[in-house]
């Protein structure tokens, strides 16, 4: 089973919201990872948990906030959001960090109003 | 994170075809990975590569791992409609290099019937 589970599929808010997006896995990996994703682009890594705890923050804005409550589950809150941060958001999980074999999710297909 | 040039960046074939796209880096790599995304989903892994020079075949997919550690081709063979969709080709260097995979641009797939 290489599943990764994303909840909420499809999410709109408005700028002044609090929302968060989940993210779970039963793969036993010990590494998590939230990406984002523009229309036709690659996507960008934000965030690494490596053993519950952060080990990379790419340079994201403290408007996202990411959670790694156990192994299995990854959140990201998201506060004053604004309409360019409209997108689809990745969550992904790896054996390990240094496990180069990384599993996607479905994602969640974020609008900010 | 470093990127990758992966081309063409865009294939429209009739079914039945064969199809060939590939990735070259700068930099050496220890993994190579490719990834198909359909729309609105999250990337599903396709081949993942360890060692340079291997050739490794998924049903139609066949994809490589360059000697020189600095490229990978993806080749679908007999394509189907089904096979529609952006292809993405990812790859990452050492424990020096930092964690993160490093995406191509995407090659986007249409087959007509």
């Known amino acids: 089973d290489t599943e990764v589970t994303q909840t909420p599929k499809h999410l709109v808010m408005g700028m002044t919201n609090k929302k968060s997006l989940k993210c779970e896995q039963h793969?036993?990996?010990?590494?998590m990872y939230w990406y984002k994703q523009k229309a036709k682009k690659p996507p960008e890594l934000m965030f690494v948990y490596s053993y519950e705890k952060l080990s990379i923050n790419e340079s994201v804005p403290s408007r996202f906030s990411p959670e790694c409550p156990n192994s299995s589950l990854l959140n990201l809150h998201l506060h004053a959001l604004q309409p360019e941060d409209s997108a689809l958001y990745l969550c992904?999980?790896?054996?390990?960090?240094?496990?180069?074999?990384?599993?996607f999710g479905p994602g969640t297909r974020l609008t900010v109003l | 994170g470093q990127q990758l040039n992966q081309s063409p960046q865009s294939m429209f074939i009739q079914e039945g075809e064969d199809v060939s796209m590939n990735c070259t880096s700068s930099?050496?790599?220890?993994?190579w990975l490719w990834y198909k995304q359909d729309p609105g989903e999250g990337p599903v892994l396709l081949i993942a590569l360890y060692k340079a020079g291997e050739l490794t075949s998924n049903g139609r997919l066949t994809a490589q791992f360059g000697i020189t550690r600095k490229d990978s081709f993806l080749n679908i063979s007999a394509s189907i409609p089904s096979d529609v969709g952006i292809y993405f080709c990812?790859?990452?260097?050492?424990?020096?290099?930092?964690?993160?995979?490093?995406f191509g641009k995407g090659t986007s797939l249409l087959v007509t019937p």
């Open positions: 930099s050496i790599f220890n993994t």
């Open positions: 793969m036993g990996h010990r590494a």
């Open positions: 990812a790859g990452r260097g050492g424990s020096n290099s930092g964690y993160a995979l490093n």
């Open positions: 992904a999980s790896s054996q390990s960090e240094a496990t180069d074999t990384q599993y």
